[in-house]
């Protein structure tokens, strides 16, 4: 049984930065691929970073509504994924999560049920 331990976020004025981490507890070069997504109150959980995490192919993806304000990483010596969030906005306001892709489903990287191992969780509010 794959774990996902987030960590990170918390309260950040608007404007301001921080980073999500994600330890896997497996080799992260395991993973076929690792992902963010986020939830705000009373919507859906939306997809924001993704990134491959194969040797031979080392494709990230991002959000257009993120785009140019967060960045995705991993570090395979510490099997950790990284989100850093810059330009942070209210409206990222939202508990965000790691997921990974560990089992080989199909589908598409946007797409929570692409997702086989979820972590806990991170709040990370920004205030205005």
């Known amino acids: 049984q794959v774990q996902l331990d987030e960590s990170g976020g918390g309260l950040v004025q608007a404007g301001g930065s921080t980073r999500l981490s994600c330890a896997a507890s497996?080799?992260?070069?395991?993973?076929?691929?690792m992902g963010w997504f986020r939830q705000a109150p009373g919507k859906e959980r939306e997809f924001v970073a993704a990134?491959?995490?194969?040797?031979?192919?080392?494709?990230?993806y991002i959000a257009d509504s993120v785009k140019g304000r967060f960045t995705i990483s991993r570090d395979n010596a510490e099997n950790t994924v990284y989100l850093q969030m810059n330009s942070l906005k209210p409206e990222d306001t939202a508990v965000y999560y790691c997921?990974?892709?560990?089992?080989?489903?199909?589908?598409?990287?946007?797409?929570?049920?692409?997702?086989?191992?979820w972590g806990q969780g991170t709040q990370v509010t920004v205030s205005s």
């Open positions: 497996i080799r992260t070069t395991r993973i076929f691929i």
């Open positions: 997921a990974a892709n560990v089992g080989l489903r199909s589908g598409s990287y946007v797409d929570t049920g692409f997702y086989d191992t």
């Open positions: 990134a491959a995490v194969s040797w031979s192919n080392g494709s990230k």
